[in-house]
């Protein structure tokens, strides 16, 4: 019998970055209508606020282990520019997705897709007030 071999391979040099969690954050046109799409509409509970001479500016939102910020625009960069645009965000729950679905169609969220089977899941996508899309799926038994 020789030598074991590994079981694992070397790290590559220079190390590639591994992280522990991502949180995104949208610069919104009006913090307090995507705060009440994502806390009423989806779920999402505000973890941390921030107020500026009683002005709402931002929220950090969580639902379960995950994070997403949300910050007023202060429009220094034009009042019409896009947003949205070329992203989207994908989350996976164990909770029923119709149930999430049906939360946020009571509550008037534009739905773009589904619910119905997407790839190796069962979800649907919705948009939020600023064009965010956010695709709620759970994985396929």
């Given at each position: 019998m020789g030598n074991p071999q590994p079981t694992h391979s070397r790290r590559q040099l220079p190390e590639s970055l591994r992280l522990r969690s991502i949180t995104p954050s949208f610069t919104v046109n009006d913090v307090q209508r995507s705060l009440e799409f994502y806390r009423d509409g989806l779920g999402f509970f505000v973890s941390e606020k921030w107020e500026e001479n009683g002005q709402l500016m931002g929220v950090m939102l969580k639902a379960g282990a995950c994070h997403l910020g949300l910050s007023?625009?202060?429009?220094?960069?034009?009042?019409?520019?896009?947003?949205g645009l070329g992203f989207r965000i994908w989350c996976d729950t164990f909770q029923d997705v119709d149930a999430v679905y049906n939360r946020l169609k009571a509550f008037g969220g534009v739905i773009v897709?589904?619910?119905?089977?997407?790839?190796?899941?069962y979800g649907f996508t919705a948009e939020d007030p600023?064009?965010?899309k956010i695709t709620i799926g759970r994985a396929k038994s």
């Open positions: 007023q625009d202060d429009f220094s960069k034009g009042r019409d520019r896009p947003k897709e589904g619910p119905g089977e997407q790839w190796d899941s600023d064009g965010f």
